[in-house]
């Protein structure tokens, strides 16, 4: 009985102090962000004390979401399909773009980027590119990513090799491996999952191939796709460049066998840059990054990523989340955001910024790379696309069918999704 | 007359007294089961609301009865969960006996023994992907001391290889589920019944024979419904060790029901596929219950 009476006792006090303590809401109105976790967080942090400073009638929480794409991806749309107003700026991959555009859950940015003075011009073309749905702005590039080739410069100077620039001559490079000793020639990103579609698109495109033409007909099924998806293939089994390893490697993988300097060569992001510059890595100071190799018919063309920022249409409070849109999106910004997370900046005048050219030495070739990058479709079809793509590339890889079958198996089950879900945005 | 009307009085109150937990049952069990039905009639894709949602009649069982995906998947799942329940059956059952005659440190081994059911899934299925890793895991390593080819150590690229790791995986997690309910109904077992058989001259196979393999079906069946239900439903290792891959080699129904819901968001699909998984799962219960059910009963009569 006593017990219990002090129970009460407690309780009451509790929610008496907590009465005193609670302070009345501040004046003005809060927003949400959401974005990446770990150091993407911690740095959104420390800018949102200067927005909360220049803005002192905004409140921005920041919400932390998963740094794997497709949970990231899942939680998004579970927000916005319930039409949840909670989330009011959302930081995007480039490929959600023209999905979220399709459903609705995205404000039109065109009115308001014109009353701010925003150039468009200054973006990468294909940044821009996937921010565009049917011709109107839903989304402002944040930061890009294409795909770069990192190679050897000390293997090559040694042998006074010449460096890569064709498929030909990325499928001589056993020669080099073996000179050397390495147990890897060219290591990328094979496993069934997002990263094989981007670096199959990339051998696809470099060699002048497409996946849909420009009146937006699915075109897979052609001999330079062919000639591509065979390059790949030839790669690990004819040529013996590429381990049969790369089958089941993603980004991070390739990463530490280069970085153990393992590899003469490998295709990744150029988040890796850094990381390979690092004191730890046994190929600081040893590597470089240059274009991709293109074959007879096609020019160097890296898959475009990155990520985008975009509001919620449902947000309660669209004016002052486009006041912060421009808070981040601002030169300046843009710039401190590079120079801390090491994620480049959309905008192609910031290429020739003298600081951050000194931390980023190879900023002018990311910056042609950049140009010349292309985005994936630009559908709100496209994760069906690629699980498809992903699955045949994969076996064609693996040598569970060939080339030739996974492009005309793919063709025709992307045009039974296109056939089935087509009403709800072609490409 | 008067018996009849006092067993009716009782079953009216047996009735009123279950219902509460009928209730929850209907709540938890069936009307989740009814509204996946139903939803498996509707296309419903959340990611794509200008497709307008409704009725849709069979066309998601079409679609995945005439789709090679759904075929490989359900022939993959089943192989798996007769593999590698199987397997565990058998290992467990011989960790179980040893177990049961050990005699020092008993309390130890059965610790480590359990050791690695007691680790996630996922977890597991990491330390596996390190296990086989090409560069620097220990199996490639041995398989490249004995020679084996370069190609051929990448275990997780080719069809049947990535699945020996999935089921050994799988064997080494839940083989001590398996030792941990058949050594309790080891323990069950009482000793006279052996003193008995060893005075009728019985050997010490016979007395397993006749012993020991019948007094234990009834753990050995709940333990085998149990593992039985999950290896159907296997999804964590598949999702770690290879994402269904290469191609779509490794994919099981509960895989391709992730990708249908989670990946597409095609929640009428992914109802549908559901709805198939539950008959799968249910013809497996009704096969024990058929063929070991009546031995339980006979065994419990006897």
Not at chain 1, 193 to 214: K, P, Q
Not at chain 1, 269 to 280: E, M, T
Not at chain 2, 141 to 168: K, T
Request: charged letters at 15%; glycine letters at 8%.
């Amino acid at each position: 009985m006593r017990l219990a009476l002090t129970w009460w006792g407690c309780l009451w006090l509790a929610l008496a102090v907590a009465g005193c303590g609670a302070t009345p809401p501040p004046p003005g109105v809060s927003l949400v962000l959401a974005g990446g976790s770990g150091p993407e967080e911690a740095f959104a942090q420390e800018q949102l004390r200067e927005f909360h400073r220049l803005h002192p009638d905004i409140r921005v929480t920041y919400q932390a979401t998963p740094s794997s794409a497709s949970e990231r991806h899942t939680l998004y749309v579970t927000w916005l399909s319930s039409q949840a107003p909670d989330i009011d700026v959302l930081n995007l991959d480039v490929i959600w773009v023209p999905e979220f555009a399709a459903a609705g859950w995205l404000v039109p940015l065109d009115r308001q980027a014109a009353a701010a003075g925003i150039s468009l011009d200054d973006f990468l073309p294909a940044g821009l590119a996937c921010s565009l749905y049917q011709g109107k702005l839903y989304a402002l590039p944040w930061f890009v990513d294409a795909g770069l080739l990192y190679y050897r410069r000390d293997i090559y100077a040694a042998a006074g090799a010449p460096l890569p620039h064709t498929f030909a001559d990325l499928l001589r490079v056993r020669s080099l491996k073996e000179k050397f000793g390495l147990p890897y020639g060219f290591l990328f990103q094979g496993q069934t999952y997002e990263g094989l579609v981007c670096v199959a698109l990339e051998f696809i495109w470099s060699n002048g191939g497409r996946v849909f033409d420009d009146s937006g007909r699915l075109v897979l099924d052609q001999p330079r796709n062919l000639e591509a998806l065979k390059t790949m293939v030839n790669l690990i089994y004819r040529d013996r460049v590429s381990p049969l390893a790369v089958a089941t490697f993603q980004e991070e993988d390739c990463r530490h066998a280069f970085e153990q300097g393992y590899a003469v060569l490998m295709r990744n992001w150029p988040y890796a840059y850094p990381l390979l510059s690092q004191p730890a890595s046994r190929v600081q100071g040893k590597f470089g990054v240059l274009p991709l190799v293109h074959g007879p018919d096609g020019q160097p063309t890296s898959c475009f990523g990155g990520g985008c920022l975009g509001i919620n249409t449902f947000s309660r409070h669209p004016a002052a989340a486009w006041t912060l849109v421009r808070f981040l999106m601002s030169r300046k910004n843009l710039k401190r955001r590079a120079k801390a997370l090491g994620m480049l900046p959309p905008l192609a005048s910031l290429y020739d910024d003298p600081d951050l050219q000194a931390q980023f030495p190879y900023l002018q070739r990311l910056k042609n790379v950049f140009s010349q990058a292309r985005p994936r479709p630009i559908t709100p079809l496209y994760s069906f696309i690629s699980d498809i793509l992903q699955v045949h590339f994969s076996r064609a890889l693996t040598r569970q069918e060939t080339p030739q079958e996974a492009l005309q198996k793919s063709q025709t089950e992307i045009a039974g999704v296109l056939q089935r879900f087509g009403r709800a945005g072609a490409p | 007359m008067k018996r009849a009307v006092l067993l009716s009085r009782e079953a009216r109150w047996g009735y009123l007294l279950l219902a509460p937990a009928l209730l929850v049952i209907a709540l938890v069990a069936l009307y989740p089961l009814g509204y996946t039905l139903w939803l498996s009639f509707q296309q419903k894709i959340i990611k794509l609301p200008g497709l307008k949602p409704g009725w849709v009649g069979l066309a998601h069982y079409r679609e995945l009865l005439t789709g090679a995906r759904f075929w490989l998947a359900l022939v993959n799942t089943v192989m798996f969960t007769v593999i590698s329940v199987g397997l565990e059956l058998l290992l467990g059952l011989l960790a179980a006996l040893a177990i049961h005659r050990a005699r020092i440190l008993t309390g130890l081994t059965r610790a480590a023994v359990l050791l690695p059911w007691a680790i996630p899934t996922v977890l597991a299925a990491v330390m596996w992907l390190f296990l086989v890793n090409p560069a620097f895991g220990l199996i490639p390593m041995g398989l490249r001391f004995l020679g084996v080819s370069e190609s051929s150590q990448v275990l997780l690229a080719h069809p049947l290889s990535a699945w020996a790791v999935i089921i050994a995986t799988d064997v080494w997690k839940n083989t001590p589920f398996m030792t941990l309910m058949l050594l309790a109904g080891l323990q069950v077992i009482p000793t006279d019944l052996y003193e008995a058989a060893a005075m009728d001259g019985a050997s010490r196979w016979q007395a397993f024979r006749r012993i020991t393999l019948p007094l234990l079906v009834p753990a050995t069946l709940v333990a085998l419904i149990f593992r039985t239900a999950q290896a159907f439903m296997v999804f964590g290792q598949i999702y770690t060790l290879t994402g269904g891959g290469p191609g779509n080699a490794t994919e099981t129904l509960a895989f391709l029901n992730y990708q249908a819901i989670l990946n597409d968001m095609r929640f009428g699909y992914g109802a549908a596929l559901s709805v198939l998984i539950f008959l799968g799962s249910l013809a497996f219960a009704l096969l024990y219950l058929a063929t070991m059910g009546s031995q339980l009963k006979e065994g419990g009569r006897s």
